[in-house]
Nanobody
Framework: QVQLVESGGGLVQAGGSLRLSCAASGRTFSISGMGWFRQAPGKEREFVAAISKNSGRTYYAESVKGRFTISRDNAKNTVYLQMNSLKPEDTAVYYC????????????????WGLGTQVTVNP
């Protein structure tokens, strides 16, 4: 099992920035891919960004490309999501997830999930 804990969410004005962190513990040697997903009220959980542990290859949703950056520090078993130029439509609970295969954009591929951190962007 892998335990994931997100942090860094909060309330910001449109155009502002936040950095989310996801700390992994437990069987971290099993992790090959990690991703960020988000879910707004009444909406399906959607892909935001993902990164493969070993290669560092990244994927981004079109809605965040150019504004968000995913990165990882393997020595710390931590993944980050730097969010710049935030928009009200970015408001959601952001979840970190991990899987034993390389990063994908499909939520169903991921095996372990954090409890989420709230991001609210005011206009």
């Amino acid at each position: 099992q892998v335990q994931l804990v997100e942090s860094g969410g909060g309330l910001v004005q449109a155009g502002g920035s936040l950095r989310l962190s996801c700390a992994a513990s437990g069987r971290t040697f099993s992790i090959s891919g990690m991703g960020w997903f988000r879910q707004a009220p009444g909406k399906e959980r959607e892909f935001v960004a993902a990164i493969s542990k070993n290669s560092g290859r990244t994927y981004y949703a079109e809605s965040v490309k150019g504004r968000f950056t995913i990165s990882r520090d393997n020595a710390k078993n931590t993944v980050y999501l730097q969010m710049n130029s935030l928009k009200p439509e970015d408001t959601a609970v952001y979840y970190c997830a991990s899987q034993k295969f390389i990063a994908t954009v499909k939520p169903d591929d991921y095996e372990d999930w954090g409890l989420g951190t709230q991001v609210t962007v005011n206009p």
